[in-house]
Protein backbone atom coordinates (compact mmCIF):
# COMPACT_ATOMS: atom_id res chain seq x y z
CA UNK A 1 0.00 0.00 0.00
CA UNK A 2 1.63 3.44 -0.89
CA UNK A 3 0.51 6.26 1.29
CA UNK A 4 -0.95 9.18 -0.62
CA UNK A 5 1.03 12.23 0.22
CA UNK A 6 0.32 15.59 0.18
CA UNK A 7 3.15 17.35 -2.33
CA UNK A 8 4.09 20.44 -2.86
CA UNK A 9 4.82 21.24 -6.61
CA UNK A 10 6.65 24.87 -6.75
CA UNK A 11 6.34 26.59 -9.86
CA UNK A 12 3.69 26.29 -12.63
CA UNK A 13 5.96 26.54 -15.49
CA UNK A 14 6.41 23.43 -18.24
CA UNK A 15 7.66 22.09 -14.96
CA UNK A 16 5.36 22.27 -12.67
CA UNK A 17 2.68 21.37 -15.17
CA UNK A 18 4.38 17.72 -15.75
CA UNK A 19 5.13 16.96 -12.09
CA UNK A 20 1.53 18.18 -10.73
CA UNK A 21 -0.07 15.76 -13.42
CA UNK A 22 2.20 12.83 -12.77
CA UNK A 23 1.65 12.97 -8.44
CA UNK A 24 -1.86 13.86 -9.39
CA UNK A 25 -2.56 10.97 -11.45
CA UNK A 26 -0.73 8.52 -8.97
CA UNK A 27 -3.34 9.70 -6.28
CA UNK A 28 -1.63 12.24 -4.41
CA UNK A 29 -3.01 15.48 -3.27
CA UNK A 30 -0.68 18.07 -4.72
CA UNK A 31 -0.25 22.00 -4.31
CA UNK A 32 0.71 24.09 -6.80
CA UNK A 33 2.83 27.18 -5.38
CA UNK A 34 3.07 29.83 -8.10
CA UNK A 35 4.64 33.44 -7.38
CA UNK A 36 3.60 34.81 -10.47
CA UNK A 37 -0.20 35.84 -11.33
CA UNK A 38 -0.09 33.09 -14.33
CA UNK A 39 0.80 29.79 -15.01
CA UNK A 40 3.50 29.51 -17.70
CA UNK A 41 6.92 30.17 -16.48
CA UNK A 42 9.27 31.92 -18.80
CA UNK A 43 5.94 31.62 -21.72
CA UNK A 44 4.09 33.90 -19.28
CA UNK A 45 2.76 36.66 -21.76
CA UNK A 46 3.80 39.10 -19.44
CA UNK A 47 7.30 37.87 -19.05
CA UNK A 48 8.22 37.35 -22.70
CA UNK A 49 9.62 39.60 -25.40
CA UNK A 50 8.15 40.10 -28.45
CA UNK A 51 8.99 37.95 -31.76
CA UNK A 52 10.06 35.59 -28.68
CA UNK A 53 9.46 32.01 -30.46
CA UNK A 54 10.77 28.56 -29.39
CA UNK A 55 14.35 27.33 -30.55
CA UNK A 56 13.10 23.86 -30.14
CA UNK A 57 10.79 22.00 -33.33
CA UNK A 58 7.21 21.71 -32.02
CA UNK A 59 7.02 17.80 -31.65
CA UNK A 60 10.18 18.07 -29.65
CA UNK A 61 8.55 20.94 -27.15
CA UNK A 62 5.56 18.59 -25.92
CA UNK A 63 4.40 16.52 -23.45
CA UNK A 64 3.95 13.06 -23.96
CA UNK A 65 0.85 13.10 -23.69
CA UNK A 66 -0.26 16.46 -25.87
CA UNK A 67 0.66 17.00 -28.98
CA UNK A 68 1.06 21.03 -30.29
CA UNK A 69 -1.99 21.88 -32.52
CA UNK A 70 -1.58 20.67 -35.97
CA UNK A 71 -2.41 24.87 -36.88
CA UNK A 72 1.11 25.44 -35.28
CA UNK A 73 4.26 26.75 -37.15
CA UNK A 74 7.08 24.11 -36.49
CA UNK A 75 8.60 26.38 -34.13
CA UNK A 76 5.86 28.07 -32.08
CA UNK A 77 5.43 31.90 -31.03
CA UNK A 78 5.36 32.64 -27.00
CA UNK A 79 1.59 33.25 -27.29
CA UNK A 80 1.15 29.68 -28.79
CA UNK A 81 3.44 27.99 -26.49
CA UNK A 82 1.46 29.31 -23.01
CA UNK A 83 -1.82 28.63 -24.78
CA UNK A 84 -0.66 25.00 -25.45
CA UNK A 85 0.56 24.63 -21.51
CA UNK A 86 -2.74 26.61 -20.48
CA UNK A 87 -4.83 23.67 -22.25
CA UNK A 88 -2.48 21.01 -20.82
CA UNK A 89 -3.41 22.75 -17.29
CA UNK A 90 -6.64 22.68 -17.72
CA UNK A 91 -7.13 18.92 -19.50
CA UNK A 92 -5.62 17.68 -16.67
CA UNK A 93 -7.64 19.52 -14.62
CA UNK A 94 -4.54 20.98 -12.73
CA UNK A 95 -6.09 24.85 -12.42
CA UNK A 96 -7.60 24.18 -9.66
CA UNK A 97 -4.57 23.13 -8.06
CA UNK A 98 -2.91 26.35 -8.00
CA UNK A 99 -2.41 28.80 -5.63
CA UNK A 100 -1.02 31.86 -7.67
CA UNK A 101 0.20 34.94 -5.93
CA UNK A 102 2.17 32.79 -3.58
CA UNK A 103 5.83 32.79 -2.59
CA UNK A 104 7.98 30.20 -1.17
CA UNK A 105 10.12 31.86 1.35
CA UNK A 106 11.94 29.22 2.86
CA UNK A 107 11.51 25.71 3.60
CA UNK A 108 12.77 24.28 6.25
CA UNK A 109 12.68 19.79 7.55
CA UNK A 110 9.25 19.03 9.57
CA UNK A 111 9.79 19.33 13.38
CA UNK A 112 6.88 17.20 14.16
CA UNK A 113 8.53 14.18 13.36
CA UNK A 114 6.63 13.33 10.22
CA UNK A 115 9.10 13.37 7.03
CA UNK A 116 8.49 16.07 4.62
CA UNK A 117 9.29 20.04 4.53
CA UNK A 118 7.69 22.70 6.05
CA UNK A 119 7.59 25.96 3.83
CA UNK A 120 6.75 29.93 4.25
CA UNK A 121 4.57 31.29 2.01
CA UNK A 122 3.52 34.83 1.17
CA UNK A 123 0.73 35.28 -0.13
CA UNK A 124 0.06 39.06 -0.89
CA UNK A 125 0.81 40.47 2.97
CA UNK A 126 0.06 37.38 4.08
CA UNK A 127 2.61 35.03 5.85
CA UNK A 128 2.01 31.21 6.37
CA UNK A 129 3.12 28.12 6.92
CA UNK A 130 2.43 24.52 5.83
CA UNK A 131 3.74 20.91 6.25
CA UNK A 132 4.17 19.04 2.72
CA UNK A 133 4.93 15.15 3.20
CA UNK A 134 6.95 15.62 -0.60
CA UNK A 135 8.07 18.82 -2.56
CA UNK A 136 8.99 18.97 -6.32
CA UNK A 137 11.03 22.03 -6.70
CA UNK A 138 10.26 23.04 -10.64
CA UNK A 139 11.57 26.74 -10.49
CA UNK A 140 13.43 27.04 -13.25
CA UNK A 141 16.64 28.17 -14.78
CA UNK A 142 15.00 31.77 -15.92
CA UNK A 143 13.95 33.24 -13.45
CA UNK A 144 15.84 35.74 -11.71
CA UNK A 145 17.72 38.47 -14.05
CA UNK A 146 21.22 38.69 -13.57
CA UNK A 147 21.69 42.25 -12.52
CA UNK A 148 24.77 44.56 -14.04
CA UNK A 149 25.44 47.77 -12.41
CA UNK A 150 28.10 50.13 -14.28
CA UNK A 151 28.86 53.98 -13.58
CA UNK A 152 26.90 56.18 -15.49
CA UNK A 153 23.63 54.95 -14.71
CA UNK A 154 21.95 57.46 -13.18
CA UNK A 155 23.37 60.18 -15.59
CA UNK A 156 22.31 58.25 -18.87
CA UNK A 157 18.57 58.02 -17.47
CA UNK A 158 18.46 61.57 -16.32
CA UNK A 159 19.05 62.37 -20.11
CA UNK A 160 16.21 60.11 -20.99
CA UNK A 161 17.93 56.60 -21.14
CA UNK A 162 16.29 53.50 -20.25
CA UNK A 163 17.87 50.56 -19.01
CA UNK A 164 16.57 47.26 -18.81
CA UNK A 165 16.50 43.53 -18.49
CA UNK A 166 15.65 41.38 -21.46
CA UNK A 167 12.77 39.75 -19.85
CA UNK A 168 11.29 43.67 -19.11
CA UNK A 169 11.31 44.16 -22.98
CA UNK A 170 8.36 43.88 -23.77
CA UNK A 171 6.76 46.93 -25.51
CA UNK A 172 8.74 47.13 -29.08
CA UNK A 173 6.97 50.50 -28.74
CA UNK A 174 9.46 51.52 -26.07
CA UNK A 175 12.11 51.98 -28.60
CA UNK A 176 10.27 53.51 -31.92
CA UNK A 177 13.27 56.28 -33.04
CA UNK A 178 15.79 55.21 -30.57
CA UNK A 179 19.39 54.35 -30.62
CA UNK A 180 19.35 50.91 -29.00
CA UNK A 181 21.98 48.61 -27.62
CA UNK A 182 21.79 45.24 -26.64
CA UNK A 183 24.27 43.92 -24.64
CA UNK A 184 24.92 40.11 -24.81
CA UNK A 185 25.12 37.08 -27.10
CA UNK A 186 22.30 34.63 -26.56
CA UNK A 187 19.34 34.33 -28.55
CA UNK A 188 17.55 36.38 -26.89
CA UNK A 189 19.82 39.52 -27.41
CA UNK A 190 19.51 38.11 -31.37
CA UNK A 191 15.72 38.09 -30.67
CA UNK A 192 15.96 41.65 -29.60
CA UNK A 193 18.03 43.45 -32.05
CA UNK A 194 16.14 41.88 -34.60
CA UNK A 195 12.97 42.90 -33.47
CA UNK A 196 14.44 46.76 -32.78
CA UNK A 197 15.34 46.64 -36.26
CA UNK A 198 11.73 45.81 -37.45
CA UNK A 199 10.00 47.94 -34.69
CA UNK A 200 11.46 51.26 -35.96
CA UNK A 201 14.80 51.81 -33.65
CA UNK A 202 16.85 54.42 -35.15
CA UNK A 203 19.74 52.52 -34.53
CA UNK A 204 20.57 48.95 -33.17
CA UNK A 205 24.06 48.07 -32.04
CA UNK A 206 24.76 44.25 -29.99
CA UNK A 207 27.31 43.99 -27.87
CA UNK A 208 28.84 40.53 -27.11
CA UNK A 209 32.15 38.88 -26.10
CA UNK A 210 32.64 36.19 -28.26
CA UNK A 211 31.09 35.00 -31.71
CA UNK A 212 29.74 31.39 -30.91
CA UNK A 213 28.33 29.30 -33.32
CA UNK A 214 24.32 29.63 -34.39
CA UNK A 215 22.30 26.82 -35.42
CA UNK A 216 19.86 27.84 -38.54
CA UNK A 217 16.19 26.40 -38.29
CA UNK A 218 17.04 24.90 -41.70
CA UNK A 219 21.01 23.50 -42.14
CA UNK A 220 21.79 24.10 -45.71
CA UNK A 221 18.72 26.33 -46.23
CA UNK A 222 17.09 22.84 -46.20
CA UNK A 223 17.02 20.03 -43.70
CA UNK A 224 15.39 21.14 -40.49
CA UNK A 225 18.06 21.13 -37.96
CA UNK A 226 16.15 18.28 -35.96
CA UNK A 227 16.93 15.71 -38.62
CA UNK A 228 20.72 16.05 -37.98
CA UNK A 229 21.08 17.09 -34.59
CA UNK A 230 18.73 15.97 -32.51
CA UNK A 231 19.57 11.97 -33.86
CA UNK A 232 21.08 9.60 -31.79
CA UNK A 233 23.68 9.00 -34.43
CA UNK A 234 24.88 12.36 -33.98
CA UNK A 235 25.02 12.14 -30.15
CA UNK A 236 26.81 8.81 -30.70
CA UNK A 237 29.43 10.82 -31.72
CA UNK A 238 30.00 12.61 -28.64
CA UNK A 239 31.65 10.40 -25.75
CA UNK A 240 29.40 9.75 -22.75
CA UNK A 241 29.68 9.07 -19.35
CA UNK A 242 30.14 5.88 -17.09
CA UNK A 243 31.76 4.53 -20.70
CA UNK A 244 33.94 0.86 -21.17
CA UNK A 245 37.17 0.50 -22.73
CA UNK A 246 35.93 -1.31 -26.12
CA UNK A 247 33.43 1.97 -26.73
CA UNK A 248 36.75 4.30 -25.66
CA UNK A 249 38.35 2.45 -28.22
CA UNK A 250 35.70 3.09 -30.68
CA UNK A 251 35.29 6.58 -30.26
CA UNK A 252 39.11 6.76 -30.73
CA UNK A 253 39.17 5.06 -34.04
CA UNK A 254 36.12 7.13 -35.41
CA UNK A 255 37.89 10.13 -34.36
CA UNK A 256 38.86 11.30 -37.72
CA UNK A 257 35.36 10.57 -39.59
CA UNK A 258 33.97 12.54 -36.61
CA UNK A 259 36.27 15.27 -37.07
CA UNK A 260 35.70 15.49 -40.57
CA UNK A 261 31.35 15.80 -39.48
CA UNK A 262 32.06 18.71 -37.60
CA UNK A 263 34.43 20.21 -39.70
CA UNK A 264 31.70 20.00 -42.81
CA UNK A 265 29.23 21.41 -40.54
CA UNK A 266 31.61 24.75 -39.60
CA UNK A 267 32.19 25.07 -43.21
CA UNK A 268 28.27 24.96 -43.83
CA UNK A 269 27.67 27.33 -41.06
CA UNK A 270 30.43 29.47 -41.99
CA UNK A 271 28.64 29.97 -45.81
CA UNK A 272 25.16 29.64 -45.25
CA UNK A 273 25.25 32.30 -42.35
CA UNK A 274 27.81 34.59 -44.10
CA UNK A 275 29.86 34.48 -41.00
CA UNK A 276 33.29 35.78 -42.42
CA UNK A 277 31.33 38.72 -43.91
CA UNK A 278 30.26 39.69 -40.40
CA UNK A 279 33.25 39.26 -38.87
CA UNK A 280 31.32 36.44 -36.39
CA UNK A 281 33.56 32.99 -36.64
CA UNK A 282 33.62 31.78 -33.57
CA UNK A 283 36.81 30.71 -32.34
CA UNK A 284 35.89 27.58 -30.69
CA UNK A 285 35.28 24.35 -32.32
CA UNK A 286 31.53 23.60 -32.47
CA UNK A 287 31.79 20.25 -30.70
CA UNK A 288 33.88 21.36 -27.76
CA UNK A 289 30.58 23.81 -27.16
CA UNK A 290 27.23 21.55 -28.04
CA UNK A 291 25.39 22.20 -24.86
CA UNK A 292 22.59 23.80 -23.74
CA UNK A 293 23.66 27.27 -24.36
CA UNK A 294 24.00 26.43 -28.32
CA UNK A 295 21.95 29.43 -29.68
CA UNK A 296 19.62 28.99 -33.07
CA UNK A 297 20.18 31.68 -35.48
CA UNK A 298 17.69 34.28 -35.22
CA UNK A 299 16.11 34.59 -38.95
CA UNK A 300 17.70 37.62 -39.98
CA UNK A 301 20.26 38.72 -37.56
CA UNK A 302 23.17 37.65 -39.56
CA UNK A 303 22.11 39.39 -43.05
CA UNK A 304 20.82 42.78 -40.98
CA UNK A 305 24.49 42.53 -39.72
CA UNK A 306 25.92 42.03 -43.24
CA UNK A 307 23.98 44.88 -44.31
CA UNK A 308 24.72 47.27 -41.56
CA UNK A 309 21.31 47.43 -40.10
CA UNK A 310 22.83 45.49 -36.86
CA UNK A 311 26.02 47.09 -35.71
CA UNK A 312 27.55 44.05 -34.15
CA UNK A 313 30.94 45.32 -31.19
CA UNK A 314 32.96 42.62 -29.78
CA UNK A 315 33.44 43.05 -26.05
CA UNK A 316 31.25 44.46 -23.90
CA UNK A 317 30.06 47.62 -21.54
CA UNK A 318 32.54 50.01 -19.42
CA UNK A 319 30.46 52.49 -18.09
CA UNK A 320 27.36 54.63 -19.30
CA UNK A 321 27.50 58.73 -20.22
CA UNK A 322 24.61 60.71 -20.74
CA UNK A 323 22.68 59.28 -24.79
CA UNK A 324 25.64 57.09 -24.77
CA UNK A 325 27.07 53.62 -23.93
CA UNK A 326 31.45 53.12 -23.44
CA UNK A 327 32.41 49.72 -24.24
CA UNK A 328 35.31 48.31 -22.51
CA UNK A 329 37.20 48.68 -26.18
CA UNK A 330 36.53 52.80 -25.51
CA UNK A 331 34.05 52.55 -28.43
CA UNK A 332 31.00 55.27 -27.99
CA UNK A 333 27.64 53.78 -28.70
CA UNK A 334 24.88 56.18 -28.97
CA UNK A 335 22.35 54.73 -26.73
CA UNK A 336 19.01 55.69 -25.74
CA UNK A 337 17.81 52.17 -24.84
CA UNK A 338 20.05 49.65 -23.19
CA UNK A 339 18.43 45.80 -22.96
CA UNK A 340 20.82 43.37 -20.98
CA UNK A 341 20.44 40.48 -22.36
CA UNK A 342 22.97 38.79 -19.94
CA UNK A 343 20.53 35.64 -18.68
CA UNK A 344 19.37 34.63 -15.07
CA UNK A 345 21.10 33.45 -11.61
CA UNK A 346 20.53 29.74 -11.30
CA UNK A 347 19.75 28.79 -7.85
CA UNK A 348 17.23 27.51 -5.35
CA UNK A 349 17.44 31.01 -2.81
CA UNK A 350 14.38 29.60 -0.68
CA UNK A 351 16.66 26.34 0.68
CA UNK A 352 18.62 27.00 4.00
CA UNK A 353 22.21 27.64 3.71
CA UNK A 354 22.91 24.09 4.92
CA UNK A 355 20.68 22.69 2.29
CA UNK A 356 22.12 24.89 -0.61
CA UNK A 357 25.55 23.60 0.58
CA UNK A 358 24.42 20.03 -0.05
CA UNK A 359 22.95 20.69 -3.41
CA UNK A 360 25.17 23.08 -4.79
CA UNK A 361 29.61 22.55 -5.11
CA UNK A 362 31.65 25.44 -4.49
CA UNK A 363 32.11 25.53 -8.19
CA UNK A 364 28.33 25.75 -8.71
CA UNK A 365 28.00 22.27 -9.76
CA UNK A 366 24.84 20.49 -8.90
CA UNK A 367 24.69 17.42 -6.85
CA UNK A 368 21.64 15.66 -8.50
CA UNK A 369 21.33 12.00 -9.16
CA UNK A 370 19.60 11.83 -12.81
CA UNK A 371 19.46 15.74 -12.08
CA UNK A 372 16.44 14.87 -10.13
CA UNK A 373 17.11 14.19 -7.03
CA UNK A 374 19.68 14.56 -3.91
CA UNK A 375 20.81 11.42 -0.98
CA UNK A 376 20.74 14.29 0.87
CA UNK A 377 17.44 16.43 0.66
CA UNK A 378 15.11 13.71 1.37
CA UNK A 379 11.09 14.07 0.31
CA UNK A 380 11.81 16.69 -2.07
CA UNK A 381 13.32 16.49 -6.17
CA UNK A 382 13.69 18.84 -8.84
CA UNK A 383 11.65 18.54 -12.24
CA UNK A 384 13.07 20.49 -15.44
CA UNK A 385 16.58 20.87 -13.79
CA UNK A 386 18.04 18.04 -16.49
CA UNK A 387 16.97 21.25 -19.25
CA UNK A 388 17.84 20.23 -23.28
CA UNK A 389 16.61 21.10 -26.43
CA UNK A 390 13.30 19.64 -25.85
CA UNK A 391 12.74 20.56 -21.98
CA UNK A 392 9.14 19.48 -22.34
CA UNK A 393 9.87 15.70 -22.80
CA UNK A 394 12.71 16.14 -20.38
CA UNK A 395 10.64 17.74 -17.64
CA UNK A 396 7.93 14.69 -18.07
CA UNK A 397 10.32 11.97 -17.91
CA UNK A 398 11.91 13.44 -14.75
CA UNK A 399 8.39 13.81 -13.69
CA UNK A 400 7.30 10.71 -14.39
CA UNK A 401 10.66 9.36 -12.79
CA UNK A 402 10.02 11.69 -9.79
CA UNK A 403 6.79 10.36 -8.57
CA UNK A 404 8.13 6.57 -8.67
CA UNK A 405 11.16 7.70 -6.80
CA UNK A 406 9.20 9.30 -3.61
CA UNK A 407 6.80 6.60 -3.49
CA UNK A 408 9.44 3.90 -4.00
CA UNK A 409 8.36 2.52 -7.07
CA UNK A 410 10.78 2.61 -9.76
CA UNK A 411 12.12 -0.59 -11.14
CA UNK A 412 15.55 0.52 -10.07
CA UNK A 413 14.93 2.51 -7.08
CA UNK A 414 18.57 3.82 -6.26
CA UNK A 415 19.95 3.26 -2.62
CA UNK A 416 21.86 6.89 -1.22
CA UNK A 417 25.36 5.11 -1.58
CA UNK A 418 24.51 4.25 -5.18
CA UNK A 419 23.33 7.90 -5.41
CA UNK A 420 26.20 9.40 -3.92
CA UNK A 421 28.87 7.25 -6.46
CA UNK A 422 27.11 8.27 -9.41
CA UNK A 423 26.75 12.32 -8.81
CA UNK A 424 31.08 11.91 -8.02
CA UNK A 425 31.01 10.30 -11.13
CA UNK A 426 29.16 12.69 -13.11
CA UNK A 427 30.63 15.49 -11.68
CA UNK A 428 33.88 14.14 -13.06
CA UNK A 429 32.78 13.98 -16.52
CA UNK A 430 31.46 17.31 -16.42
CA UNK A 431 34.90 18.91 -14.49
CA UNK A 432 37.36 16.68 -16.08
CA UNK A 433 36.20 14.91 -19.35
CA UNK A 434 33.59 17.36 -21.15
CA UNK A 435 34.21 20.87 -19.54
CA UNK A 436 31.08 21.76 -22.04
CA UNK A 437 28.58 19.53 -19.82
CA UNK A 438 29.28 21.44 -16.69
CA UNK A 439 27.47 24.93 -18.32
CA UNK A 440 24.71 25.87 -15.95
CA UNK A 441 25.93 23.92 -13.13
CA UNK A 442 26.17 20.60 -15.38
CA UNK A 443 22.14 21.10 -15.45
CA UNK A 444 21.92 20.00 -19.27
CA UNK A 445 21.21 16.70 -20.54
CA UNK A 446 22.03 18.19 -24.29
CA UNK A 447 23.87 16.19 -26.40
CA UNK A 448 22.97 13.07 -24.69
CA UNK A 449 19.39 13.37 -24.87
CA UNK A 450 19.08 9.92 -25.47
CA UNK A 451 21.02 8.19 -23.10
CA UNK A 452 19.61 10.49 -20.03
CA UNK A 453 15.79 9.03 -21.32
CA UNK A 454 17.33 5.42 -21.67
CA UNK A 455 18.91 5.77 -18.04
CA UNK A 456 15.51 7.37 -16.75
CA UNK A 457 12.84 4.71 -18.92
CA UNK A 458 15.80 1.61 -17.32
CA UNK A 459 14.91 3.40 -13.63
CA UNK A 460 11.53 3.55 -14.26
CA UNK A 461 11.26 -0.25 -15.11
CA UNK A 462 9.64 0.13 -19.28
CA UNK A 463 9.74 -2.65 -20.55
CA UNK A 464 9.93 -0.59 -24.38
CA UNK A 465 12.18 1.50 -24.62
CA UNK A 466 13.58 1.73 -28.22
CA UNK A 467 12.26 1.94 -31.62
CA UNK A 468 13.03 0.00 -34.67
CA UNK A 469 17.07 0.27 -34.68
CA UNK A 470 17.07 2.45 -37.65
CA UNK A 471 14.27 4.81 -36.84
CA UNK A 472 15.77 4.71 -33.21
CA UNK A 473 19.22 6.00 -35.15
CA UNK A 474 18.19 8.64 -37.10
CA UNK A 475 15.22 10.63 -35.70
CA UNK A 476 14.58 13.11 -33.20
CA UNK A 477 13.13 11.81 -30.00
CA UNK A 478 9.48 11.66 -30.49
CA UNK A 479 7.28 12.63 -27.70
CA UNK A 480 4.53 9.94 -28.24
CA UNK A 481 7.27 7.11 -28.88
CA UNK A 482 8.20 7.76 -25.12
CA UNK A 483 4.81 8.21 -23.71
CA UNK A 484 4.03 4.20 -25.37
CA UNK A 485 7.23 3.39 -23.46
CA UNK A 486 6.44 4.97 -20.24
CA UNK A 487 2.88 2.93 -20.67
CA UNK A 488 5.18 -0.46 -20.33
CA UNK A 489 6.01 0.17 -16.85
CA UNK A 490 4.21 -1.32 -13.26
CA UNK A 491 1.25 0.45 -13.22
CA UNK A 492 0.03 1.61 -9.19
CA UNK A 493 -1.89 3.73 -7.40
CA UNK A 494 -1.17 5.35 -3.92
CA UNK A 495 -4.48 5.33 -0.99
C1 LIG B 1 12.78 33.07 -24.25
C2 LIG B 1 13.00 31.63 -23.95
C3 LIG B 1 12.86 30.66 -24.97
C4 LIG B 1 13.08 29.32 -24.67
N1 LIG B 1 12.95 28.39 -25.68
C5 LIG B 1 13.19 27.09 -25.42
C6 LIG B 1 13.09 26.10 -26.44
O1 LIG B 1 12.80 26.39 -27.58
N2 LIG B 1 13.35 24.81 -26.12
C7 LIG B 1 13.69 24.45 -24.86
O2 LIG B 1 13.89 23.25 -24.63
N3 LIG B 1 13.76 25.35 -23.87
C8 LIG B 1 13.54 26.66 -24.12
N4 LIG B 1 13.65 27.59 -23.12
C9 LIG B 1 14.01 27.16 -21.78
C10 LIG B 1 12.78 27.17 -20.88
O3 LIG B 1 13.16 27.78 -19.71
C11 LIG B 1 12.26 25.79 -20.63
O4 LIG B 1 11.95 25.18 -21.87
C12 LIG B 1 11.00 25.71 -19.78
O5 LIG B 1 10.02 26.62 -20.19
C13 LIG B 1 11.34 25.89 -18.33
O6 LIG B 1 10.18 25.63 -17.60
P1 LIG B 1 10.23 25.48 -16.03
O7 LIG B 1 8.86 25.21 -15.59
O8 LIG B 1 11.29 24.53 -15.65
O9 LIG B 1 10.73 26.91 -15.52
P2 LIG B 1 10.00 28.32 -15.61
O10 LIG B 1 9.29 28.45 -16.89
O11 LIG B 1 11.04 29.33 -15.28
O12 LIG B 1 8.92 28.25 -14.45
C14 LIG B 1 9.28 28.29 -13.10
C15 LIG B 1 8.13 28.87 -12.32
O13 LIG B 1 8.46 28.84 -10.94
C16 LIG B 1 7.97 30.02 -10.33
N5 LIG B 1 8.75 30.26 -9.12
C17 LIG B 1 10.07 30.47 -9.01
N6 LIG B 1 10.42 30.67 -7.73
C18 LIG B 1 9.29 30.56 -7.00
C19 LIG B 1 9.00 30.66 -5.62
N7 LIG B 1 9.96 30.90 -4.71
N8 LIG B 1 7.72 30.51 -5.21
C20 LIG B 1 6.72 30.25 -6.10
N9 LIG B 1 6.94 30.16 -7.43
C21 LIG B 1 8.21 30.31 -7.87
C22 LIG B 1 8.18 31.09 -11.39
O14 LIG B 1 7.37 32.20 -11.18
C23 LIG B 1 7.84 30.33 -12.67
O15 LIG B 1 6.51 30.47 -13.03
C24 LIG B 1 13.43 28.94 -23.38
C25 LIG B 1 13.57 29.90 -22.36
C26 LIG B 1 13.35 31.23 -22.64
C27 LIG B 1 13.53 32.24 -21.53
Not at 44 to 70: C, F, H, I, N
Not at 154 to 181: E, L
Not at 428 to 451: M, N, Q, S, T
Amino acid sequence: MIARKNVCVIGAGVSGLAAAKAFAARGHNVTIIERSTDLGGVWEPARSYPDVQTQSPKELYRYTDKAMPDSYPEWPKGPQVYAYLADYAGSHDLTRLMRLNTTVLSMQRRTDGKPGWTLDLKAGDQLSREDFDFVAVCTGQFNEPQTLSLPGEDQFKAAGGAIMHSSKYNDPGMIKDRNVVVLGGSKSATDIAVNAVRSGARSVTIVFREPVWRIPYFIGGLINFKRILYIRAQEQMFASWGIGPLSRLAHLLAKPLVWANWRGLESLLKTQLKLAKCNMVPKQRIEDGVNCSVPIATPDFFPMVADGRIKAVLGTFDHYEPNTIVARSGERIAADVAVLAIGYKLGVPFLSEADRAKLVDPDGQYRLYRLIANPDLPDMGFVGFNSSFCTVLCADMAAQWLVRYADMQLAHQPGDREMRDNIEMMLHFKRVERPAAGVYGGLCVAPYHFKHFDELLADIGATRRRRNPLVEMFTPPDADAYGAFLATAPAYQAG
